[in-house]
């Protein structure tokens, strides 16, 4: 079974509108971090936002929050005011910290940021 | 932040050979490393785990023979894909982790594989 699951596999959004995108997860550890990452077309793993599951509060960084709904097991990732170089796939990660240290990810949802 | 870099970052090698891929971790040390492989458009799958000093731990349906890993040192981890054929020719990632801070890991920036 999924793990990670992103159903949205591409997205068109307008500039400076907010962009949700999804995320799920399935972990009986009750212990556990999520991550989103962005990989423009160079490759590289950019990393954007950390949650871990004992957090309190969503995180956010910069433009970047992520949107923790641990009873649903949800960890959408909002980028508000889009902007062109946001163009990019992303995808959501967890690791199981109880477990081992592996990080697994989803598909992935590749954004394309309209000027 | 930390950085990891790879060795070379992309390689053409011919139907038969093997070859080397080296993941540096260049201002921290790693006890773990981890490799990636990602086709075109898709995600990346975790091949193997590469623990510093012990043998690696492979992910279900990997190879290991296939996919030699060595950690030899904190700062250091190869990946030698032996008797390489077209079918592995693909995009290889690592990550490492930050001694202590699991919820901080730093991806190289890819080798690009290419066999003809």
Redesign the interface.
């Known amino acids: 079974a999924q793990k990670i699951t992103q159903t949205q596999p591409g997205m068109f959004v307008q500039e400076k509108e907010a962009v949700t995108l999804d995320c799920t997860y399935d972990t009986s550890d009750p212990s556990y ?1 999520l ?1 989103w ?1 962005k990989q423009p077309s ?4 950019i ?1 954007l936002i ?1 949650q ?1 599951s004992y957090d309190q509060q969503n995180a956010t960084e910069g433009r970047y929050s992520l949107n923790f709904q641990k009873a649903r097991k949800s960890a959408n990732l909002v980028i508000s005011a889009s902007q062109l170089g946001d163009s990019a796939m992303y ?1 959501c990660a967890m ?1 199981e ?1 109880t477990r ?9 949802t590749r954004l394309h940021i309209l000027p | 932040g930390a950085v990891v870099s790879q060795h070379p970052s992309w390689v053409i090698c011919k139907s038969g050979t093997s070859v080397k891929i080296e993941c540096r971790s260049l201002d921290f040390q790693a006890t ?1 490393m ?1 490799w990636y492989r ?1 086709f075109p458009k ?5 091949m193997a ?1 590469s623990n510093e000093g012990s043998k690696a731990t492979y992910e279900q349906g990997v190879e290991k023979d296939k996919f030699l890993i060595n950690h030899a040192s904190l700062t250091l981890s190869t990946l030698t894909v032996t008797s390489a054929h077209p079918e592995d020719s693909s ?1 290889y ?1 690592c ?1 490492a ?1 930050l001694a202590g801070r ?2 901080e ?3 190289g ?2 080798t ?1 594989l290419t066999v003809t």
């Open positions: 971090g991550f990452y160079s490759g590289e793993m990393f950390y871990g995808f690791r910290l081992d240290d592996k990080i697994i990810f989803g598909k992935g | 773990t981890f990602q898709q995600s990346l799958m975790l785990t995009f990632i990550s982790n699991s919820y890991q730093y991806f920036p890819g690009r």
